[in-house]
């Protein structure tokens, strides 16, 4: 099939279709064990334990971890091969091998690799036992030499990095390469070419002169691509973008494209050719840090073979600043607000030169309130350092391309290109208008819906949602976009009542297995029935692991139908075939064109379906409304750095050394997105710096000065400022601390973490609904350790009273109350009580209590961070404890095992009770070993599972070997 393309001096082309094994959406259905009685109310008794057919899915406890604002919700932890709907994460075709029960049926679909995986194993063992003893006895002397001690740490690290590498003839059993769920393009029978990539491996770096290169990269990442995404060459609109003249002369670049066009490949083959053609590091900046590790999981294989470390900034992990190494050249993975902090510090250390590239997914959030004004920071500081560093901006909708050309400084490549045709209508009454875009919009009658309701259907479903929901399932999966989370709730159960036998008997096994992993994890009844009819709600308001569970069970067709919030159309990668929006709402205000791309993007994807199309169901009140959002253009990104974002850009050009003087500082200012959005830009820095003197975050370094301002004043940073820069802080929020801090010093209560759990609860608790009549109660039952805080704080038993009793908190302020709350919430997670059970309690939902949790481990290693610019030595490493108590919420016993991708504490448990209690023990498990030791972990998934953890000792070694050429080069020196 053909395509029209219009390029950007509207002539137009015809792109050939260059995907190989484009599949149709699976439609091969199993024979149910047990047939289903057409749906009845009576059909909730399918939930119950006893009547599961197949091994029910880990109950993996997942912690919620997200960088960015509340908001984002979706953010979530990567699908998780090793677990969770396991067999079932490529194909529905392949749901039978997760019912196979494991005694002589676990490894049917690897008896042709048992031997070839015993052989490698067994080779692996050796070199853990016996090649890396080997060499460390003979570097036993190693500080007492005086030749050669180099080359022998070397030979150390070489011979440990030996025994973890996967070797190229392993890609097919060490890998699962069907996990297409995290690809934009999706695999069909390509068996890795081993004879091949062993014929390459030597291929390190590139031959520009080489013909049969790949895109400037050695065969060896065709080989990879080939097997991993089932790609063997670009779209010609990629093929043309790699060539432009900006990208040979490596300029700056902005390319935007419609959703599923295939921009993130462009961009991994750019940073690709960074770190093994330049040898630079590459920074890779996400929106959210569901999308970060899903790209960290994706990009794992290509960073074992082709040597390079893929290192993930999001959610508490990553070094501040980064391992310096001069072996290995690294790819970062980072959400926004990560990358800032990244950045600084490699600017601080005066080592920004040591990136070569920077990559910017959704460029157009740059437009978006708070998170943009943090994005254009990160983007002006790195202009104004002028280090060489070259920006590559990416996005779907961007309303003012030429600003943020001019911002950047960057060239511009704009096509229409979409792989699959996506097929847009407007549903008005019972009649589907389809939408033509020409040189203006059209809506255009395409057909009369007329399903078979009966009367009471009709009354109950006067959209006919139910119908247009049947036309796709269960064949193919459906996303419904809701405006509100009780409006999700309250679609999925409307869609229960009208689902037909056919949709009840599909995958009934698997979908019984979801049901038992969602009730471990204390879901409520009404998702779990759901589930059962091949439904599910998906939004802020449940916890994380729940969430996690519906994006695998959608993405392998256990789920179906999935009614969501408009935030995970931005969020989280769940391709459909039809998309439908259920009103033109976002919350209660109008959608935007921006937000409307977005969810109906999701419809088709290349490998996924064939096709794709978008229904927004619209009143006749609001089509008015609708019709000019859809006729309009996208809206502007425009500047948000003005007031406090300013002002924290000034502040950290002062703190880092970037800027002395008010006339850097207005240089500085001109490299903004708001410099060429308004003229006011002196005006804008003079009240920057009057206010950071005002407060007391900069200082003027001449006395004599201090009355006078001029272009030649010289400024220097104050020990708050340089806390809130270090802290990646708001002046505000570097102040309170340093305030809490101060009355904490005074009576600290250690009879438990409590008091400093305190110090990390948010001060703006307006998002956490609180029942005081309930509070009263906790209070009264509190033990001594809550007791003592509450009397350190001021709390009392009278604020108490007059809380539930409606009347005003006197002595203390109504936040302290309110925050002393929230910290009960976090102590109890701290304790490892199950997000389910402290959720209830507490009478909170799920997802605000995941929430919670994670910003107040965000807030712990910030705050330990500005404790060391602030000199508080004694707080700075309880904070430091907190941070990562309350990011995995697990015994110490379990954290390691727990940094690994897709392990969460059920999982760690299992691994620890099946003798694997550490990394190590992991990656030299033979994967029938691992899959026979613990349950619901096939072959495969162990694969996986042992692949990760030796990528992780890699950079274990990798970190340990920069820390052994730091003490080299010492001991030369001296």
């Given at each position: 099939m053909n395509w029209d393309v219009s390029n950007s001096n509207g002539s137009t082309s015809t792109p050939k279709r260059r995907r190989l094994g484009t599949t149709k959406i699976c439609q091969n259905k199993l024979t149910p064990k047990r047939r289903q009685a057409p749906f009845s109310p009576k059909i909730a008794s399918l939930i119950q334990p006893e009547r599961c057919e197949s091994p029910p899915l880990p109950c993996n406890q997942v912690e919620f971890l997200c960088d960015s604002r509340s908001d984002s919700s979706v953010c979530s932890e990567i699908p998780c091969s090793p677990?969770?709907?396991?067999?079932?994460?490529?194909?529905?075709?392949?749901?039978?091998?997760?019912?196979?029960?494991?005694?002589?049926?676990?490894?049917?679909?690897?008896?042709n690799n048992k031997n070839n995986i015993e052989e490698i194993d067994e080779a692996y063992d050796d070199l853990f036992n016996s090649k890396l003893e080997q060499e460390l006895n003979k570097n036993q002397s190693l500080f007492i030499r005086e030749k050669g001690h180099f080359d022998d740490v070397e030979n150390t690290f070489n011979a440990f990095n030996e025994t973890i590498m996967i070797k190229n003839n392993e890609l097919s059993i060490m890998f699962e390469t069907k996990d297409s769920f995290l690809l934009d393009i999706r695999e069909s029978g390509i068996d890795t070419d081993n004879s091949k990539l062993n014929d390459t491996k030597s291929c390190t770096v590139l031959d520009n002169n080489l013909k049969d290169s790949f895109y400037g990269l050695p065969l060896m990442v065709k080989e990879l691509f080939r097997s991993y995404r089932n790609i063997d060459k670009l779209y010609d609109w990629q093929e043309e973008c790699l060539s432009l003249k900006s990208i040979r002369k490596r300029e700056n670049l902005i390319y935007a494209l419609p959703t599923s066009g295939g921009k993130t490949l462009v961009a991994e083959i750019l940073m690709l050719r960074e770190v093994i053609n330049r040898k630079h590091n590459a920074l890779f900046i996400l929106p959210f840090v569901a999308i970060v590790q899903e790209k960290i999981w994706a990009l794992s294989p290509f960073a074992l073979q082709l040597d390079f470390l893929l290192e993930e900034y999001a959610s508490g992990k990553g070094h501040i600043p980064p391992k310096k190494r001069r072996k290995k050249n690294s790819i970062y993975i980072a959400t926004i607000?990560?990358?800032?902090?990244?950045?600084?510090?490699?600017?601080?250390?005066?080592?920004?030169?040591?990136?070569?590239?920077?990559?910017?997914?959704?460029?157009?959030l740059l437009g978006e309130a708070?998170?943009?004004?943090?994005?254009?920071?990160?983007?002006?500081t790195v202009l104004f350092a002028n280090k060489g560093i070259q920006i590559v901006g990416m996005s779907a909708t961007i309303g003012n391309l030429p600003d943020l050309a001019k911002f950047l400084r960057a060239d511009v490549f704009e096509r229409k290109f979409r792989p699959i045709e996506l097929t847009e209508y407007v549903k008005r009454g019972d009649m589907l208008y389809k939408i033509v875009h020409g040189e203006s919009l059209e809506f255009m009658p395409d057909r009369q819906l007329c399903f078979d309701y009966s009367a009471a259907g009709s009354a109950l479903d006067p959209d006919r949602l139910g119908g247009l929901v049947a036309e796709v399932a269960p064949r193919g999966r459906v996303l419904v976009f809701c405006p509100t989370q009780r409006n999700c709730e309250n679609v999925a159960r409307l869609l229960c009542q009208l689902q037909r036998r056919e949709m009840l008997e599909h995958a009934v096994p698997e979908r019984l297995s979801l049901v038992a992993a969602l009730r471990a994890e204390g879901a409520a009844e009404n998702l779990q029935f759901a589930a059962r009819c091949g439904l599910a709600y998906h939004h802020a308001g449940l916890a994380a692991d729940e969430r996690v569970l519906l994006e695998h069970a959608f993405r392998s067709g256990v789920i179906s139908v999935l009614c969501c919030t408009s935030t995970l159309a931005a969020g989280v990668n769940l391709p459909a075939q039809r998309v439908i929006i259920r009103a033109p709402l976002v919350g209660r205000a109008p959608m935007t064109l921006?937000?409307?791309?977005?969810?109906?993007?999701?419809?088709?994807?290349?490998?996924?379906?064939?096709?794709?199309?978008?229904?927004?169901?619209?009143?006749?009140?609001?089509?008015?409304?609708?019709?000019?959002?859809l006729e309009g253009g996208v809206a502007a990104a425009l500047s948000g750095l003005r007031g406090a974002p300013a002002e924290a850009l000034v502040l950290s050009a002062v703190a880092l050394r970037l800027v002395t003087t008010a006339a850097n500082l207005h240089e500085l200012l001109a490299c903004t997105l708001l410099a060429t959005q308004c003229n006011e830009i002196a005006e804008i820095c003079e009240e920057c710096i009057r206010s950071l003197l005002k407060k007391g975050a900069i200082k003027i370094k001449d006395p004599k000065q201090e009355n006078v301002i001029n272009e030649d004043t010289e400024f220097s940073i104050s020990e708050l400022g340089d806390a809130a820069i270090k802290g990646c802080m708001d002046l505000s929020s570097a102040a309170q601390l340093l305030a809490d801090i101060n009355l904490v010093s005074r009576g600290l209560v250690l009879l438990g973490p409590l008091h400093l759990l305190y110090l990390v609860t948010p001060h703006n608790t307006d998002g956490y609904r609180i029942d005081y009549r309930h509070y009263y109660s906790l209070y009264c039952s509190l033990d001594d350790e809550g007791t003592q805080t509450a009397r350190a704080l001021g709390i009392t038993e009278m604020n108490a009273v007059r809380m539930m009793t409606g009347k005003p908190v006197i002595n203390v302020p109504e936040s302290a109350v309110r925050r002393f709350y929230l910290a009960l919430v976090l102590r109890d997670l701290w304790r490892e009580v199950p997000y389910s059970v402290v959720a209830d309690k507490y009478m909170l939902s799920r997802g605000a209590v995941s929430t919670l949790a994670c910003g107040a481990s965000a807030a712990a290693a910030c705050g330990e961070r500005a404790c060391g610019a602030l000199r508080r030595w004694a707080v700075r490493p309880l904070l430091a404890e907190l941070a990562s108590q309350l990011r995995l919420c697990a015994a110490p016993e379990l954290r390691p095992l727990m940094e690994l991708p897709a392990v969460k504490k059920a999982r760690a448990q299992q691994l620890?009770?099946?003798?694997?209690?550490?990394?190590?023990?992991?990656?030299?498990?033979?994967?029938?070993?691992?899959?026979?030791?613990?349950?619901?972990?096939?072959?495969?998934?162990?694969?996986?599972?042992?692949?990760?953890a030796r990528i992780m000792l890699i950079e274990k070694v990798e970190n340990l070997r920069a820390e052994a050429e730091e003490v080299m080069d010492e001991l030369k020196m001296t």
């Open positions: 677990g969770v709907l396991e067999s079932a994460l490529t194909d529905i075709s392949n749901f039978e091998s997760f019912i196979v029960s494991k005694g002589n049926n676990s490894s049917i679909k690897d008896v607000e990560k990358a800032l902090a990244f950045v600084r510090s490699l600017i601080e250390e005066d080592r920004l030169q040591e990136l070569g590239l920077i990559v910017v997914d959704e460029l157009h708070g998170r943009g004004a943090t994005l254009e920071t990160l983007l002006s921006a937000s409307y791309k977005q969810m109906v993007g999701r419809a088709g994807r290349a490998g996924q379906t064939d096709t794709g199309d978008s229904i927004v169901i619209c009143t006749e009140r609001e089509w008015a409304g609708l019709r000019r959002t620890v009770r099946g003798g694997f209690k550490r990394v190590e023990d992991v990656a030299k498990a033979k994967p029938q070993d691992l899959a026979a030791a613990v349950p619901h972990l096939g072959v495969r998934a162990a694969s996986h599972l042992i692949s990760a």
